[in-house]
T-cell receptor
Framework: DTGVSQNPRHKITKRGQNVTFRCDPISEHNRLYWYRQTLGQGPEFLTY????????KSRLLSDRFSAERPKGSFSTLEIQRTEQGDSAMYLCASSLDGTRGYTFGSGTRLTVV | KNEVEQSPQNLTAQEGEFITINCSYSVGISALHWLQQHPGGGIVSLFMLSSGKKKHGRLIATINIQEKHSSLHITASHPRDSAVYIC????????????????FGKGTKLSVKP
């Protein structure tokens, strides 16, 4: 297992375009989390899945954001009609059951121009 | 007020110095995590604590549940320790179980000069 993999590493997009990020968690991990981190701040929780079920969504996750985890494996995070305020690092993490350690991906850095 | 507060925000040390980073939290937790983030964004989990003290190499993490406080110590610091160190907590759920998702502090940026 190569850990948590996120793609792409970097994405530059024009305002108004849609973007999609992918996260491949550690295969036996049931829980998958998405976080957003802006410069100089700690990561902020966006949403998490237990298997294929999306169990919690943050208020930060506006209706332009949608996340899926079909079949409880990889997950995608889509941002529609991107805005400059969406520019951030989007981090994915996985965990076996939320009570043990977390493994983080390297993140996808989004720049909206 | 943030639920997880770290101090200091920035820390510059000379190689070889003993370093302490502090974390205070205001919520009920099931665990506290110390994480390391290098430029470029990747986060590495250093420790997960629910009580007492853990040691790994030159790193030591302690937690005082009653005082809701944790410290991360680095002995004999080295320039390669330069990174952002983030404290995060896993909330304790209403039924005593873990809600699972993490709440993060803003991080402490450590720079160790040779």
């Amino acid at each position: 297992d190569t850990g948590v993999s996120q793609n792409p590493r970097h994405k530059i997009t024009k305002r108004g375009q849609n973007v999609t990020f992918r996260c491949d968690p550690i295969s036996e991990h049931n829980r998958l989390y998405w976080y957003r981190q802006t410069l100089g701040q700690g990561p902020e929780f966006l949403t998490y899945f237990q298997n294929e079920a999306q169990l919690e969504k943050s208020r930060l996750l506006s209706d332009r954001f949608s996340a899926e985890r079909p079949k409880g494996s990889f997950s995608t995070l889509e941002i529609q009609r991107t805005e400059q305020g969406d520019s951030a690092m989007y981090l994915c993490a996985s965990s076996l059951d939320g009570t043990r350690g977390y493994t983080f991906g390297s993140g996808t850095r989004l720049t909206v121009v | 007020k943030n639920e997880v507060e770290q101090s200091p925000q920035n820390l510059t040390a000379q190689e070889g110095e003993f370093i302490t980073i502090n974390c205070s939290y205001s919520v009920g937790i099931s665990a506290l995590h110390w994480l390391q983030q290098h430029p470029g964004g990747g986060i590495v989990s250093l420790f997960m604590l629910s009580s007492g003290k853990k040691k790994h190499g030159r790193l030591i993490a302690t937690i005082n549940i009653q005082e809701k406080h944790s410290s991360l110590h680095i002995t004999a610091s080295h320039p390669r320790d330069s990174a952002v160190y983030i404290c995060a907590v896993t909330l304790r759920g209403g039924d005593g179980g873990s809600q699972g998702n993490l709440i993060f502090g803003k991080g402490t940026k450590l720079s160790v000069k040779p």
